[in-house]
């Protein structure tokens, strides 16, 4: 399983080499991932091999100073899946709030007629 900081440097791949190969500087890596957590330390030679070994990435090389690799098609589904899901999640968010103003609207215009009618017939 991915996490957040593999996902982000999974993103970095993505955006910087696509599906061909390309010669990264793991400062590269290290200056990106330091964009968004400043304060926390990153072993990006171990986080690559992770995504290697689940498919995301191919490395065709690596040493501690740059690495030649490419994302797999796996990772761009990866990132489509996770954008169609967020779509899905955001139109369900949407239909729900619109389902409980109609229930709410509906409700309300019931207790109107229900008590208007008593007042009728009462």
């Known amino acids: 399983m991915i996490d957040d900081k593999e996902m982000l440097i999974l993103s970095f791949v993505l955006s910087q080499c696509g599906t061909s190969y390309k010669v990264?500087?793991?400062?590269?890596?290290?200056?990106?991932?330091?964009?968004?957590?400043?304060?926390?330390?990153?072993?990006?030679?171990?986080?690559?091999?992770?995504?290697?070994?689940?498919?995301?990435i191919d490395i065709k090389f690596s040493d501690e100073s740059k690495c030649c690799l490419c994302a797999t098609k796996n990772a761009q589904n990866l990132f489509e899946e996770k954008k169609n899901s967020k779509k899905t999640t955001k139109k369900i968010k949407i239909e729900v709030i619109i389902f409980a103003f109609f229930v709410f609207l509906f409700a309300f215009i019931g207790a109107f007629l229900g008590t208007l009618f008593y007042r009728f017939l009462v």
């Open 24 to 56: 990264i500087d793991i400062d590269d890596f290290e200056s990106f991932f330091r964009k968004k957590y400043p304060k926390k330390k990153l072993n990006v030679i171990q986080m690559l091999e992770h995504l290697d070994s689940l498919g995301y």
